[in-house]
C-alpha cells in the first residue's frame, strides 16, 4: 500500500537524500562502475538507511538470498543439474560480501549458466514431441518440485521433460476425447492416433511460446529478478521496479495510461490487438478491432517506419504508446487479411475496470446501493485528480439521488492503495476523528483524522472483505468496525499487511548519472495501527459475520508470505463510537445465526474444502485410463458443487441513470455491467449484506419511533 509521504517522512528523506549525496553515487559511464553495480550498492544503501526493520545482510542473509533466487530462475529444476548446484553451492554464504563490495559474480554465473541451459532444453523438446507417446505405458509424474532434488545428468532432465511433455499431452489427447464424443453429429470420427498427433502439436506450440516469451527477456529482466531476491528479504513488500516496471505501477495505481487504447499480446512474432479499451482513441476511431496484427509503427515526425514483427513486445508497447496529443501512424494486417494505415492521436486512457462502480439493489420495494471498490487508486503524480476518494463520493450521492436506504461497500479482493483515499472514504461516514495510527521507523507516531465534520452518508451500512483484502481495505474495515459504523462480512480475517510503503525514485539519489534510469525502490517505511491500538499486521480484519469462501483453506495471507513484520500493538487514541444504531450487536447475532443455517454457505465451504486436497496431490498418471478415470472421479465429485454456480438471491440489480445514458454510446460497458449483475444476483454474501441493511434500517425505525414516543 502506499501512503502520500507525511512531513516526518519527508524529512528523513531529505536526511537520506543529503546523506547519499556524501556516498560517492557520482556515476560516469567511461570510469565508473558498471549500472548493475552502482544499483547494487545504492539500493543497499538505501534499504540499511530507510528501511523500516532494516537488517543484517550476513551469511544467514545470504544463504536466503541464495535459496530465493535459484527457486525463483528455476523453480521447477527444469534446467540446471546437480552439477551447477554444487558449483552455486560455494556462494552460498559469499552473496552478502558480494553485495557490500558492489559484485555480481554469483548472478553472472546464474545468468550465463541459466541461458545455456534453457537453450540445450530448447533443442530437445521438438525431437521429444516428433515420437507419439504410449498412454497404455503405466507410469507417472510427480509434480512436487519443491521436494524434488535436481537432475544427475542431462539424460535424467530429458526423462523430466518427456514426462512432462507427455502429461501436457494427455491433458489435451483427453479433451480432444471428449470434443468427440460431445458431437451429436461427426461424420469423420479421427483415429486415436490423429488426435494424439494434435495433442503434440498443441504442446509443442505451447513450448513454442514459451520459449518465444523466454527469449525476449533481456539480461537487466533476470537481473531485476536478482535484485528483487535481495531486497525481498527485508519484506515481503519492499520491492525494486525497473523503468518499465516502474511506468507500469504507476498505471496500475492511477488506473490511466498515455496511449492508443488497446491491450496487445505477442502471437508467433506478432503483435496482436486482444482488446480494445472503451473510452480510447482506438475505440472512438473504430478503425482498429480485436485480432488485428500491428505490422510497423511510424511517429508523427518521423518518415520512415519501423517493423515491429518479432520485436520484444515491452518494446513494441512502447513505440505505440505516447504522450497525449501526439500521433502515431500503424500499418495493421486486418483480420480479413488486408493491409492497412492507421492515424490515432493518444490520448490519456481510463482502465475502467480498476474504478469504483455502483449498482442499485431492489428487494421486496426497497433500494439499497452497492458500490464495488477495486482498489484506492489515485494520481501519484496530482492527488486532485480522480482518485477513489472522490468517485466514491459520486458514487453515494449518485445512490442517494435515487433512494438509497442503505449501502453495502465490496471490499473484496481489494489489495489497497492510497492511504490517503481511505482517510477521506472513511470521513464520509463519521462527522470526525482519527482514522489509522502510524509509527515510523524511529518510533515516531502520527495519527491520520478526518477533520470535515460533515456525514454524506448516516444510515446504515455493511462492508465486505475476503482473505485478499489488504492493506488499505484493511485500515477501512477496521475503523469502521472500531467506530462500530458499519458491519464486516467476510473471512475470518483479512490478508493482514500492515506495512506502508513509499515509492523511492532511485534517480533523484545519484549525481551526473550517466548510466541511464536506475529504476525505483518500494520502501516499507512504516507501520500502521488501528485505532484501538492494534496492528493489522499478520492477524489483519476479523469478521463481525464470518462466512466461508473458496480462499478459506489456501494459504494466501501475508502471514504465510516470506519474511513478514511481526505483530505488536501500541496505545490506542479517543475516538467516539457511532450512535446511530440501536440493537447493533443483537444484528451481528442475527446475521450469523443465517448463516450458520445456509446451505449455500455450507456446500462453498465443503467445495473449499475440497479444493484444498486437489491442490495438494502432486502424483499423476501418465496412462490414458489411469487419467480418464481419476479425471471422471473428480468431475463427478465437482458435480455436486454446481449448484453454488446455479444460485439465485432474488435480487435485482439496476445500474443508475447516468450509465444507463452511456450505454447508448458504450455497448462494452453495458454487457460488462450486464455481466457484473449476473454475477452479483448469485453472490450469497451479497445477499446477506442487504439482510443485514435490512435489519439495521429498521432498528433505526424503531429508534426514531421511540424517540418520537418520548418526545
Known amino acids: 500500500m502506499i501512503k502520500f509521504m507525511k512531513k516526518n517522512w519527508k524529512i528523513a528523506v531529505l536526511v537520506l537524500l543529503f546523506a547519499v549525496a556524501s556516498c560517492s553515487f557520482t556515476t560516469n559511464k567511461f570510469d565508473g562502475p558498471d549500472k548493475d553495480e552502482v544499483l547494487i550498492e545504492l539500493i543497499t544503501f538505501v534499504l540499511q538507511k530507510g528501511h523500516y526493520d ?16 535459484l527457486n525463483a530462475v528455476d523453480s521447477r529444476k527444469r534446467f540446471f543439474l546437480k552439477s551447477d548446484i554444487k558449483e552455486f553451492k560455494e556462494y552460498e554464504n559469499l552473496i552478502d560480501d558480494q553485495i557490500h563490495n558492489q559484485e555480481i559474480e554469483f548472478f553472472n554465473l546464474i545468468y550465463n549458466r541459466l541461458m545455456h541451459r534453457m537453450d540445450e532444453v530448447e533443442s530437445v523438446y521438438g525431437s521429444l514431441l516428433e515420437k507419439p507417446f504410449d498412454f497404455s505405458k503405466n507410469e507417472t509424474i510427480n509434480a512436487d518440485y519443491e521436494e524434488m532434488d535436481y537432475a544427475s545428468s542431462k539424460e535424467e532432465l530429458k526423462e523430466r521433460w518427456r514426462k512432462q511433455l507427455k502429461f501436457s499431452t494427455l491433458a489435451t489427447y483427453h479433451d480432444k476425447h471428449l470434443e468427440l464424443e460431445q458431437e451429436s453429429e461427426n461424420n469423420s470420427k479421427k483415429s486415436d492416433i490423429e488426435l494424439e498427433k494434435e495433442a503434440r502439436e498443441v504442446t509443442k506450440n505451447s513450448l513454442d511460446e514459451y520459449f518465444d516469451f523466454s527469449d525476449d527477456l533481456t539480461r537487466k529482466d533476470w ?13 515481503p513488500h519492499t520491492f525494486y521496479f525497473a523503468p518499465d516496471d516502474k511506468e507500469k505501477f504507476d498505471v496500475a495505481m492511477s488506473g490511466k495510461l498515455e496511449g492508443i487504447g488497446a491491450r496487445l499480446q505477442k502471437k508467433d512474432d506478432n503483435v496482436k490487438i486482444v482488446e480494445v479499451i472503451s473510452g480510447g482513441p482506438a475505440w472512438r476511431g473504430e478503425e482498429l478491432e480485436v485480432g488485428d496484427v500491428i505490422l510497423k509503427v511510424r511517429q508523427e515526425d518521423e518518415e520512415k517506419a519501423v517493423s515491429i514483427v518479432g520485436m520484444r513486445l515491452d518494446d513494441a508497447v512502447n513505440l505505440i504508446k505516447g504522450p497525449k496529443g501526439t500521433i502515431v501512424n500503424l500499418t495493421v494486417k486486418k483480420v480479413d487479411g488486408t493491409i492497412e494505415d492507421i492515424s490515432i492521436v493518444r490520448d490519456v ?7 469504483a462502480k455502483s449498482s442499485m439493489v431492489e428487494k421486496n420495494g426497497k433500494k439499497f446501493g452497492l458500490i464495488n471498490l477495486p482498489k484506492f487508486y489515485f494520481d501519484m503524480n496530482d492527488y486532485d485528480n480522480r482518485n477513489a476518494a472522490s468517485d466514491i463520493e459520486k458514487e ?10 442503505g449501502l453495502v461497500l ?14 477521506d472514504i472513511a470521513g464520509l461516514f463519521i462527522e470526525k476523528g482519527p482514522i489509522v495510527q502510524i509509527k515510523s521507523q524511529d518510533g515516531a507516531k502520527e495519527i491520520l483524522n478526518d477533520t470535515d465534520k460533515s456525514i454524506l452518508w448516516n444510515g446504515p451500512l455493511v462492508i465486505l472483505v475476503n482473505e485478499l483484502s489488504a492493506s488499505a481495505s484493511e485500515i477501512l474495515a477496521a475503523a469502521m468496525q472500531d467506530y462500530k459504523r ?3 462480512i467476510g473471512s475470518k480475517q483479512t490478508y493482514g499487511k500492515g506495512t506502508v510503503q513509499n515509492v523511492i525514485d532511485l534517480n533523484r539519489w545519484m549525481r551526473n548519472n550517466e548510466l541511464g534510469d536506475m529504476g525505483a525502490l518500494k ?18 480484519v476479523k469478521s463481525d459475520v464470518i462466512v466461508p469462501d473458496k480462499y478459506s483453506f489456501i494459504d494466501i495471507g501475508e502471514k504465510d508470505q516470506s519474511n513478514p513484520l511481526p505483530w505488536d500493538q501500541i496505545e490506542a487514541v479517543d475516538y467516539q463510537t457511532w ?11 442475527n446475521s450469523k445465526m443465517r448463516m450458520k443455517n445456509n446451505h449455500q454457505l455450507s456446500l462453498i465451504a465443503e467445495n473449499a474444502k475440497w479444493i484444498k486436497d486437489q491442490t495438494e496431490e502432486s502424483v499423476f498418471p501418465l496412462n490414458y485410463e489411469l487419467y480418464k478415470k481419476e479425471v471422471s472421479e473428480n468431475e463427478a465429485q465437482a458435480e455436486k458443487f454446481e449448484a453454488i454456480s446455479e444460485y439465485d438471491n432474488n435480487l435485482t440489480f439496476v445500474s443508475l441513470p447516468y450509465e444507463i445514458e452511456l450505454f447508448q454510446q458504450d455497448s462494452t460497458l453495458a454487457e460488462k455491467r450486464n455481466r457484473w449483475h449476473k454475477n452479483l444476483s448469485g453472490d450469497v454474501y451479497v445477499e446477506e449484506a442487504i439482510n443485514v441493511l435490512e435489519d439495521l434500517k429498521m432498528n433505526n425505525i424503531k429508534k426514531s419511533k421511540m424517540a418520537n414516543v418520548r418526545n
Do not use: P, W
Open 579 to 589: 450512535d446511530g444504531y440501536i440493537d447493533y450487536e443483537e444484528t451481528i447475532s
Open 54 to 69: 532494516a537488517k543484517e545482510i550476513d551469511d544467514s542473509f545470504s544463504s536466503e538470498v541464495y535459496k530465493d533466487f
Open 523 to 540: 520502501l516499507t517505511t512504516q507501520k500502521f495501527y488501528r485505532v484501538n491500538g492494534g496492528s493489522t499486521q499478520l492477524e489483519g
Open 410 to 423: 465490496d471490499l473484496r479482493n481489494n489489495g489497497g492503495g492510497s492511504l490517503k483515499t481511505v482517510v
Open 486 to 488: 458499519a458491519i464486516i
Open 349 to 355: 486512457v481510463e482502465i475502467e475496470e480498476t474504478y
Open 396 to 405: 453515494i450521492i449518485r445512490l442517494k439521488k435515487e433512494g438509497m436506504e
Open 223 to 235: 537481473f531485476s529478478l536478482y535484485i528483487n531476491s535481495i531486497v525481498e528479504q527485508f519484506d
